[in-house]
């Protein structure tokens, strides 16, 4: 098959892209505008014959003979996403236009990156599917919750006009190798801080809690989906259950590293979730799928790979 990662050079992408590339049965064209990807992340790829990098901006028509498309192209830490609003909204809602389009052209499955974001700061915990959300419309993070919300929206109906064929992952908190250290998310900012002995930075009291899961086990899940029955459509929740405080993240990666880095208090960002996990029943049902990785073995991982980036 010819496979179409967009947002390849991306966290998510990129391994998403080493999984699919590595086993050589498939054409894997990464696409990726550079905008927050990095080209390191798929270097070793690059010689692959399996395997093709394209710089392009998804916001722009694309015309491709495809079988599968991957659509993870966003911006999706808060700083990266709020850094050009509109732009972040145009790739949401405008991207997958084209991307529905060329799924549509060429009778290809697309399978949407979506966001427990949708969620918003959620009533109901843990969450599932059938919760709408709580998110508010017109805030500093609404160009990011409510462009997903769109996006799915988009679909759905280009599957219900079109027949299009889609799947919808909700990904929740992910962390690993090839996360971007100045992104500004919570493991990579602490692991980061930590073994370069600075102060860790908690935002609010740390009592607002999160569920983290290991890149490889939600790239897995991922996986699972593309290649699901076509009647799972989704949505479908992918994460790691098992929730903890932020203060909790930061106490554990101090012991991990060894560290012996203060923990500081800044104030929380509007609109910051004050609880997330999942409920992931729905993607054991469907497609057999929970995390293997747990956390202490997955923050392992992330110190030894970001310790080799500073040696």
């Not at 498309?69 to 999706?76: L, Q, R, S, V």
């Amino acid at each position: 098959m010819r496979i179409l990662i967009t947002g390849g050079a991306g966290f998510l992408g990129a391994n998403l892209c080493e999984r699919l590339a590595k086993k050589q049965d498939d054409h894997i064209i990464c696409l990726d505008n550079l905008q927050t990807g990095n080209k390191e992340n798929i270097s070793e790829l690059m010689n692959l014959p399996n395997f093709e990098f394209i710089e392009h901006d998804i916001v722009n028509p694309l015309n491709l003979a495809v079988d599968q498309i991957y659509n993870a192209a966003c911006p999706a830490s808060p700083t990266a996403y709020q850094a050009d609003p509109v732009h972040t909204m145009k790739t949401s809602v405008i991207g997958i236009l084209n991307m529905l389009e060329l799924a549509k052209k060429n009778n290809a499955t697309l399978l949407q990156f979506s966001t427990s974001e949708v969620y918003g700061d959620a009533q109901v915990h843990p969450q599932s599917e059938e919760y709408w959300g709580n998110v508010n419309p017109n805030g500093i993070r609404s160009c990011y919750d409510e462009g997903k919300r769109a996006a799915e929206t988009l679909c759905f109906d280009y599957h219900r006009m079109y027949g299009t064929r889609i799947k919808v992952v909700r990904i929740f908190n992910t962390y690993g190798p090839k996360m971007n250290s100045e992104d500004g998310r919570v493991i990579s900012n602490f692991v980061n801080q930590a073994l370069r002995g600075e102060n860790i930075t908690v935002y609010g009291d740390g009592k607002q809690t999160r569920s983290f899961c290991y890149v490889d086990d939600l790239i897995e899940g991922i996986v699972r989906m593309m290649n699901s029955a076509p009647e799972i459509l989704g949505p479908v929740n992918l994460g790691n259950p098992e929730e903890f405080t932020i203060m909790e993240i930061g106490e554990r990666v101090k012991g991990q590293i060894g560290s012996g880095s203060e923990i500081i208090f800044q104030p929380l960002p509007k609109d910051d979730p004050k609880q997330r996990r999942p409920d992931i029943s729905r993607a054991w049902e469907l497609l057999g799928w929970k995390p293997q990785v747990s956390v202490r073995t997955g923050l392992e991982k992330v110190i030894e790979y970001y310790r080799g980036l500073m040696a």
